[in-house]
């Protein structure tokens, strides 16, 4: 039941529908398909939640039913009935596995009858337990993210109370020999802690035993792809949050969390993916979200919040187009990592109506204002509107403009191309300020205050990520940011917080960067960290309802791409930027990328008796990569394995296919 007191049911009746192709070894083919001559009969289990309610009596369980010989007769005709309206579609997204097994790295039970356990790591997970007692016994099952100090489960958000009360599993033993296993067919939820009530750790106490208690990580089965290590092992945690906390929202769309919404809010869609395909092959995945987008698109135009649309939002929470520009974003994305322009010509016309949707929520010439902004900032919503929505806005159109030139349209590109101008000029006209008394350059405010004017880092971000700034400007626009930095403090929401870490990078910042991460008070990755968190939280705070939220984990892209220094800078990393981290704290960093064409390795190592850097870089077969060198007058000593070895004094070179050393001496001042 959601806060406004309305339920969400996704139909009223039970429906099954099967197609089974049976192919025997003379060549024979039978096709037999469900119809009303199948026969059902209710379940063991009785309660089956996506929010991880299940119960399940494994007295009333049908032993022996997916097996020969079995007595139906006491089982009901199916009844027929009308499906659900849609279009039936074959699954095109990988399905939905169990991955690794965490066992408990501690056991105990505070009080009679309840026993706790500490998975050590907090993941989506599906509960598996074992149990041995008498039949009848009833065993409650409890998962969470957050405990009280005596180990049972804790739910920290009042509002949110039932996940600690009303929200568990209930197994009854059947009347069988040993022990008995159970684990949810139906639902998952994401968990450090399992409480287990109505048992004992041993025997003799009335209570029926526990033998073990495991989570089993459930997640999309996309290929995994790369891996990185820094010689900090503060970082080396973070990125281990950041990878649980993305692989537990990966399923057959992108969660906000696994545990209390899973909805498929579109906003991560976007923002995490040039992080998240460095970990996962997701380009069917994404595919079939656009797909899912495409459903869920209103007659108006108007590209909706989530997709599925889950449930019914209003206001910004339905309509801003900081989550619906995944329409326009998503194809762009799989161009970009993967080549692929398949959904291009399929989202092309429902992408110009939303843009025409769009169009009339103009203000000012050309200002979108009226979604959530930059959403997380001091959990609330409604800030730099005008600078995120109308980047947003203008880079939807450039995009538009992209798709059409790919589909040979060029007066459709040239139209975008002038609409796109048109914004990109009010944009400037209103939030660029040049005329400024108390600062010495030009900077972007927002119209948070209007007609005060602010300086902060996220509008000079956005501005300079979505290439809004006259080329006269960008320097001082620069200026502006790093001051609003300096002190090493994340001023960002969820939106911008993507932004700020690219540009901190590209002013060649890592200090920055590192300072915001290990702030001891919030915003702070490392708070989250040192308080013994292993995922990230919904929002700076401490106590969340929700810990493996990932839309704060866009530093995981500014690890790979500025860290292990790997970034695409062509279509499906036909060329690509290897930019090792020469001014950082990071004396050894190595990592692989396993893009479309093979697997790329780097491993920078700084230091030694010599304090020279010595680099390892692989290049797959059929790309080239510019190797960034320091650049400050040191020369490289850079030798191809088996072929040839030459002496480079320059910013960069390009390496063709093969495994490279490079020597670069310590500089000498």
Not at 279 to 293: G, M
Not at 382 to 405: D, M, P, S
């Amino acid at each position: 039941m959601y806060e406004d007191n309305t339920y969400v049911r996704y139909g009223n009746e039970l429906c099954f529908f099967a197609e089974l192709h049976l192919f025997y070894e003379d060549g024979a083919h039978d096709i037999i398909i469900s119809d009303p001559s199948w026969r059902v009969r209710n379940s063991a289990t009785s309660l089956a939640n996506i929010y991880a309610s299940e119960n399940h009596d494994r007295r009333i369980y049908p032993h022996g039913w997916d097996a020969p010989g079995f007595d139906d007769s006491d089982w009901q005709l199916a009844k027929p009935l009308t499906g659900p309206r849609g279009q039936l579609r074959y699954q095109s997204q990988p399905p939905v596995v169990l991955h690794e097994t965490f066992k408990p790295v501690r056991t105990h039970s505070p009080k009679l009858g309840t026993v706790c356990f500490d998975l050590g790591q907090n993941a989506s997970t599906m509960v598996k337990i074992e149990v041995e007692g008498d039949a009848g016994s009833e065993v409650v099952i409890r998962y969470g993210e957050t405990t009280y100090e005596d180990g049972r489960i804790l739910m920290p958000d009042p509002l949110f109370k039932e996940f600690e009360t009303g929200v568990y599993s209930k197994f009854i033993l059947g009347d069988v020999q040993g022990p008995q296993s159970w684990e949810p067919d139906f639902s998952f939820t994401c968990a450090r802690y399992i409480q287990v009530d109505g048992v004992s750790l041993e025997p003799g106490q009335g209570l029926p035993v526990i033998h073990s208690a495991v989570g089993q990580h459930v997640s999309t089965a996309s290929r995994r792809l790369g891996t990185m290590q820094t010689d900090k092992e503060d970082c080396n945690a973070l990125i281990k949050a950041c990878y649980w906390s993305y692989a537990s929202n990966l399923f057959s769309y992108h969660t906000d969390c696994p545990q209390i919404e899973k909805f498929g809010w579109l906003e991560v869609t976007h923002l995490l993916a040039p992080a998240t395909q460095y970990i996962r092959d997701v380009e069917a995945l994404y595919t079939k979200i656009l797909q899912d987008i495409l459903d869920t698109q209103e007659s108006s135009g108007l590209v909706p919040t989530m997709a599925p649309e889950i449930r019914y939002m209003c206001g910004p929470l339905h309509d801003t187009i900081t989550w619906g520009c995944a329409l326009c974003f998503l194809p762009d994305i799989l161009l970009r990592y993967y080549g692929s322009t398949q959904m291009i010509t399929r989202i092309y016309q429902p992408a110009i109506r939303y843009m025409e949707y769009m169009r009339t929520k103009e203000r000012k010439g050309g200002l979108i204002e009226h979604g959530l902004g930059d959403w997380g900032r001091d959990i609330a919503f409604g800030n730099h509107q005008a600078n995120i929505e109308t980047a947003i806005y203008y880079q939807c159109l450039r995009n538009l403009e992209t798709f059409a030139r790919i589909q040979s349209l060029e007066s459709d590109a040239q139209r975008f191309k002038e609409w796109a101008e048109r914004i990109y000029t009010v944009y400037n006209q209103h939030l660029l300020v040049t005329d400024s008394s108390d600062r010495p350059y030009a900077y972007y405010t927002s119209l948070d205050e209007y007609p005060a004017r602010d300086r902060t880092a996220v509008s000079q971000a956005i501005a300079l990520q979505f290439n809004l700034v006259p080329e006269e400007y960008r320097s001082d626009v620069m200026k502006a940011f790093l001051d609003d930095t300096s002190d090493g403090r994340i001023r960002s929401g969820e939106i911008g917080l993507r932004y700020l870490f690219n540009t901190l990078a590209d002013a060649n910042r890592p200090d920055v960067v590192l300072q915001m991460c290990r702030q001891e008070e919030h915003p702070s990755y490392m708070r989250f960290l040192r308080r013994g968190e292993t995922t990230l939280l919904e929002f700076w705070q401490d106590e969340c309802r929700s810990k493996s939220h990932d839309m704060l984990g866009t530093i995981y892209e500014w690890f790979y791409a500025y860290v292990l220094g790997v970034k695409p800078t062509g279509i499906a990393y036909k060329t690509f930027d290897i930019s090792p981290p020469y001014v950082s704290e990071f004396d050894e960093v190595k990592g692989t990328v396993d893009c479309p064409y093979g697997t790329i390795n780097v491993s920078f190592v700084r230091g030694g008796k010599d304090g020279d850097i010595h680099l390892q870089v692989t290049v797959p077969m059929s790309t080239v990569a510019t190797l960034r060198l320091p650049g400050d007058g040191r020369h490289a000593v850079i030798e191809r394995r088996g072929n040839w070895r030459r002496k480079v004094q320059s910013d960069r070179v390009d390496l063709k296919q093969g495994t490279y050393s490079i020597e670069i001496p310590k500089r000498v001042s």
